[in-house]
């Protein structure tokens, strides 16, 4: 026998669960953006009817009130694009420490999401005209 077949039989099989975990990875990221696009199209489409049919209170609601109805949901969508992409870039899990805690496994893309989403929510309220 040569090397490589001797390599060949030493080589051990590569377990296929990898590899569905990671389809099963990239579908539900690609579920989540569809449904924040559609999302998006119902707001605009809602916003767009509602300004032809002439409804004046939810046009004023709308305008007195568009970080909360408009901002709000949009902001969280897109710290959920934004831990989604952190996700796909790297290959391991997202863990981090903080003060005195640990957070692993699923715990850690719930809590960089909720940081981001308040870092998010404190930017457009010191920002917005009041």
């Known amino acids: 026998m040569s090397a490589i077949e001797d390599n060949k ?3 051990k099989p590569v377990s296929p669960k990898p590899v569905k975990k ?3 990875k ?3 990221n690609w579920i989540v953006i569809s449904f924040g696009g559609l999302y998006f199209c119902f707001h605009v489409g809602f916003v767009i009817w509602h300004t032809f049919q002439n409804r004046d209170w939810l046009l004023e ?6 970080a909360a109805i408009i901002g709000l949901p949009f902001a969280a969508y897109a710290v959920v694009c934004l831990v989604l992409f952190l996700e796909s870039r790297y290959e391991g899990p997202i863990e981090f420490k ?3 805690f640990e957070f692993k496994g699923a715990s850690g893309p719930i809590i960089l999401w909720a ?3 308040l870092i ?3 930017c457009m309220k010191l920002l917005w005209n009041a």
């Open 9 to 11: 039989i030493a080589s």
């Open 22 to 24: 990671e389809i099963l």
């Open 26 to 28: 990239y579908v539900a």
């Open 61 to 66: 609601l709308v305008k007195k009130h568009y």
């Open 98 to 100: 903080a003060i005195g």
């Open 115 to 117: 940081i981001c989403f």
């Open 120 to 122: 998010f929510t404190v």
